[in-house]
C-alpha cells in the first residue's frame, strides 16, 4: 500500500523522534544516563509505599501517623524542587544530580534503621528531598537537545523516570523477601533503595558532562532567585512564592488537626515557614534590581506569564497525576467491590500509561510545532475525562471504568510532557529555577486536592469525596486551558544563541568523523 506524501513526511517524522532516543551519540547516553538517574531517585522518593502495612506493625504505628508519614515525604519536595533549581543553575547538573542522590542515602538509611515515630518523620522529611531531582534532570537534558526535540527528550526523561514509582511497588518487596523474612523485612527492602541510589551517584559523575564539547554552560547572573525581565514580572515571581507557602501551612494544619503535631510545634512549624518567605523575598529583591527599575531592553525579555501559565497548568496535570494514583485504588474497591490487591491492578494502569502517555505528549508537541494549542487542548481532555469520571458508581462495568481511566491519563500525562516542551526553552540561563518552580507546582496541585479529600471525609465518605475531586480537577483543567490562551506563541520564548547539532545525522558524521580522525 503506497504512502501518500503527508503520511510519508509523518512517518518520517516520528522516526526521527526515535532516534532522538535510540541514536547512539553521547546525546543519548546524556538522556538514558539522567532518566535512569531520575528513575533511582523515584525508587527512593516512594520506597514506603509498598511496605506501610508492615512499617506500621513493625514501628507499632496509628493510622494518623501512617498518613503523617505519607505527608512528611511530599512535603519538603515543594520548597525543595525551588532550592535545588537554584542550585543547579549555579553549579551545573552532574555535580547535583550526583549529590542529592548520594546525600538520600543518609536519611534513607536513617529511616530504614528507625524504631520510633519521632526519627521516622524526621527522616521522611529529608528523604522528600530527592523527589527535587527531577528538576535537575530537566536542565541537563535541555543542554544536550536542541528545541526542537526537547519535547521527545524530556518527554521520554520525565515518562521514563517516574517509573520510579512503579518500580519501587514491584522490585522493593520482592528484594524485601529475598534478603530477608518476618516483619522487618522492609528494611532491608527501603536500604538496598537507598544503597543503589549513592552508587549510581558516583557513577553519574563518570557517564555525563553538563554541556556537549565546545559549549559553555550559561548561568544567570543571580542564582538566589528567579531573574524577571520586567516590573510586572517582578511581581508575578513574588506572586508565585505565596503559593508555596501557603501549601506548607496547610500541611502543617493538617499534621496539627490530626495531633501529630501539638500546638507548640505547629507554631514553631510556620515561623519558619514565614521565615522562608520572607528570605526568599528578599532574594528576589536583591537578584531583581534591574527588572524593577525596568533596565532591560526589549530584545533581552522574556514574558514571565509564560512561567505562571506553566506552573497552573502543571498543578493541573501533574498534581492529578499524585492524587489519583494515590485514591484510584481504594476508590476501585469500594466501588466495585473488588479485593484490594484487584483494585490495586486497575488502578495502577494510571501509573503504567505514563511509559507512553508523557513521552508521547512531548512528540506530539514536537512534530505538530504548535506547543501551546496542544497544552490546551490536552487540559480540554482533562476536563472532559474527570467529568466523565465523577459519574463513576457500582453501575458500570469495571471494564468500562478502568478503560475511562486509561483515557484520562492519556491527557493528564500528556500534558505533563507538553508542559516540560516549554518550560527549558522560557530562559535558558535560568531553566534550572523555572523548572524547580514549575515543578513545585506540581506538588502544590497534588497536596491540594489530597486536601480536599481529607477535609471531605465523612461517615458516608471514609475516604473524602472522590466524586468532587474528580470535579474539581476538570473545573481547574478548564480554567486553566482557557487563561494559556495568553501564553506566548509556539516559537521558543527567548532564543538564545546555542551551535547544536541541527539533525541526529548530521551529529552522528560528525562523531563518526572525530573517531577516524583520532
Not at 220 to 236: I, K, W
Request: some cysteine; glycine content about 10%; overall charge positive.
Amino acid at each position: 500500500m503506497k504512502q501518500t506524501g503527508a503520511q510519508s513526511l509523518v512517518v518520517g517524522e516520528f522516526r526521527r523522534r526515535a532516534g532522538v532516543v535510540a541514536a547512539a551519540l553521547p546525546r543519548r547516553r546524556v538522556l538514558l544516563s539522567s532518566t535512569f538517574a531520575f528513575l533511582v531517585s523515584f525508587v527512593v522518593w516512594f520506597d514506603m509505599a509498598p511496605f506501610m502495612t508492615s512499617i506500621g506493625k513493625s514501628v507499632h504505628l496509628t493510622t494518623k501517623q501512617l498518613a503523617a508519614l505519607t505527608l512528611c515525604n511530599l512535603v519538603l519536595c515543594v520548597p525543595g524542587r525551588l532550592l535545588v533549581g537554584k542550585a543547579v543553575d549555579r553549579f551545573g547538573p552532574r555535580r547535583i544530580y550526583a549529590g542529592l542522590l548520594l546525600f538520600s542515602f543518609i536519611p534513607n538509611t536513617v529511616f530504614a534503621t528507625a524504631h520510633s515515630f519521632t526519627v521516622l518523620a524526621v527522616s521522611r522529611l529529608f528523604v522528600g528531598l530527592i523527589g527535587a531531582g527531577f528538576v535537575v534532570g530537566i536542565r541537563l537534558v535541555a543542554e544536550w537537545f536542541d528545541d526542537r526535540d526537547m519535547g521527545t527528550a524530556t518527554g521520554f526523561y520525565g515518562g521514563w523516570g517516574n517509573f520510579g514509582s512503579a518500580a519501587a511497588a514491584i522490585g522493593l518487596p520482592l528484594i524485601a523477601t529475598f534478603l530477608a523474612h518476618g516483619p522487618g523485612a522492609w528494611r532491608w527492602g527501603v536500604f538496598t533503595a537507598g544503597a543503589v541510589a549513592a552508587v549510581y551517584g558516583i557513577v553519574l559523575l563518570a557517564l555525563v558532562r553538563d554541556t556537549p564539547n565546545g559549549q559553555t554552560y550559561r548561568r544567570p547572573a543571580h542564582t538566589g532567585a528567579l531573574e524577571a525581565t520586567s516590573r510586572p514580572g517582578f511581581v508575578a515571581v513574588l506572586a508565585l512564592l505565596v503559593p508555596i507557602a501557603g501549601v506548607l501551612a496547610l500541611v502543617v494544619e493538617r499534621l496539627h488537626r490530626t495531633k501529630i503535631l501539638s500546638s507548640g510545634a505547629m507554631v514553631v512549624c510556620l515561623i519558619g515557614i514565614g521565615y522562608f518567605l520572607v528570605h526568599q523575598v528578599v532574594r528576589a529583591f536583591g537578584a531583581n534590581r534591574r527588572a524593577i527599575a525596568n533596565e532591560y531592553a526589549p530584545e533581552d525579555r522574556f514574558p514571565m506569564r509564560s512561567v505562571v501559565l506553566l506552573c497552573l497548568a502543571y498543578a493541573v496535570t501533574f498534581g492529578t497525576e499524585l492524587t489519583v494514583i494515590s485514591l484510584l485504588p481504594t476508590y476501585f474497591a469500594k466501588t466495585f467491590g473488588l479485593h484490594i490487591a484487584a483494585a490495586g491492578v486497575a488502578g495502577s494502569m494510571f501509573a503504567f500509561t505514563n511509559l507512553v502517555t508523557r513521552p508521547g505528549g512531548g512528540i506530539v508537541s514536537d512534530v505538530l510545532g504548535k506547543r501551546r494549542a496542544t497544552i490546551i487542548w490536552l487540559l480540554l481532555g482533562v476536563t472532559v475525562s474527570f467529568a466523565a469520571m465523577a459519574t463513576i458508581n457500582s453501575k458500570w462495568s469495571v471494564a468500562a471504568g478502568i478503560a475511562l481511566v486509561m483515557v484520562a491519563s492519556v491527557f493528564v500525562q500528556g500534558g505533563n510532557g507538553a508542559i516540560f516542551s516549554i518550560v527549558p526553552a522560557v530562559n535558558r540561563r535560568s531553566a534550572g529555577q523555572i523548572a524547580g518552580i514549575v515543578g513545585a507546582y506540581g506538588n502544590i496541585g497534588g497536596l491540594v486536592l489530597s486536601s480536599i479529600l481529607y477535609f471531605t471525609i465523612t461517615p458516608t465518605h471514609k475516604a473524602g469525596d472522590v466524586p468532587l475531586v474528580f470535579m474539581v480537577i476538570a473545573g481547574s483543567a478548564l480554567v486553566v486551558a482557557v487563561l494559556c490562551r495568553f501564553l506566548p506563541n509556539d516559537a521558543p520564548v527567548m532564543v538564545e544563541d546555542r551551535d547544536m547539532p541541527v539533525s541526529i545525522g548530521a551529529e552522528l558524521a560528525a562523531t563518526v568523523e572525530e573517531a577516524v580522525a583520532s
